[in-house]
């Protein structure tokens, strides 16, 4: 089982990014097929831990499957795509046991604070964004170059009177003549802003060459209700 799961981790994945379950299609046992963006959590008793939050603040959700994921080329805290199944009729905002199908890196990066900020945003195709917790993830049509980024930083300046932290996002990409645009999914960890008590939430820009005009969007925090405070 173990050694599975790393050969599927190596294989590339094209699914939808947002967490989404759907009827498998199996005549026996029926089972619901689901995808959601996780942290691996570690190995315990024989099994892979993994856990997400569907979307903002919502619970968080605790995913197991038989067998172990080798740390040396997965530590925990590592964010994948995962692919997975679970009995129809259960609840997949419970968690539990599931079926691992296929796992894959997601892009990854950590919120950093400069003093400047790039005189220009790389342009980003975006397709979704949301915050899961203290994540970020979006699904963006990007080159198959590899060395690719995603990168989030945020202004060594003042925070705004109104409490909302600006974090600016942008690619790092190496262009290829061979390479070909596909869908990519990056899980940015923007814990050291949202995370701190002078923040009220996060306004996040970026050059996005799919829709111009949704180039800022706006998560504000739910202090009643934000485990991550």
């Known amino acids: 089982m173990p050694g599975r799961l790393i050969t599927i981790l190596l294989t590339a994945l094209t699914m939808m990014a947002t967490t989404a379950c759907s009827d498998s299609g199996s005549d026996v046992p029926p089972r ?9 959590a570690g190995n315990s008793d024989g099994r892979a831990w993994f856990e997400y939050r569907q979307i903002d603040d919502s619970p968080l ?42 796992l894959a890196l997601t892009l990854s990066d950590t919120v950093k604070t400069v003093g400047a900020l790039p005189d220009l945003l790389q342009p980003i195709e975006l397709l979704t964004l949301q915050r899961s917790g203290d994540y970020l993830n979006l699904t963006a049509q990007l080159p198959t170059t590899g060395g690719r980024k995603v990168t989030v930083v945020t202004p060594s300046t003042p925070l705004p009177s109104d409490g909302i932290a600006d974090l600016y996002l942008s690619t790092e990409i190496r262009q290829s003549a061979t390479s070909y645009d596909t869908q990519s999914v990056a899980s940015l960890w923007i814990g050291p802003v949202w995370n701190r008590d002078d923040v009220n939430g996060i306004r996040v820009h970026l050059n996005n060459s799919n829709n111009p005009y949704k180039s800022e969007f706006t998560f504000i925090k739910n202090n009643t209700n934000n485990p991550n405070n």
């Open 32 to 40: 619901q097929l689901c995808e959601s963006i996780v942290s691996f």
């Open 61 to 102: 959700i605790t995913l197991s499957t038989k067998g172990s994921l080798e740390d040396s080329r997965v530590k925990p805290g590592t964010r994948l795509r995962m692919r997975y199944t679970m009995p129809t009729g259960v609840d997949p905002g419970k968690g539990g046991e599931v079926e691992v199908i296929g």
